[in-house]
């Protein structure tokens, strides 16, 4: 098992509801972000790789999980070899 972390770009939402288009022209900033999630690695495909925020070694168990696009990633480390 793999402690990793992770540097993705995630998408970005606004927390308004409907809103007229100009005002949303001159809303500001509606960019993706850059995101840094650390966990462990418990399973990758050529599409996506899937990270557990807490990890059980005694017995193995998970939980938090985030599901990650490796179009999203730019960079995966590894913290640490369980």
Known sequence: MKIVKVTWIDSCASNLNWLMMD???????V???????Y???VQED???I???QS?????EQCCSLNSIPKGCI???????EL
């Open 39 to 41: 966990g462990a690695l």
């Open 23 to 29: 005002d949303v022209r001159n809303w500001g900033d």
């Open 50 to 52: 899937v990270v557990a």
């Open 46 to 48: 050529k599409n996506y």
């Open 55 to 59: 990890y059980g070694k005694d017995p």
């Open 74 to 80: 730019e960079d995966i480390k590894t913290i640490e």
């Open 31 to 37: 960019e993706p972000i850059r995101i840094f999630t």
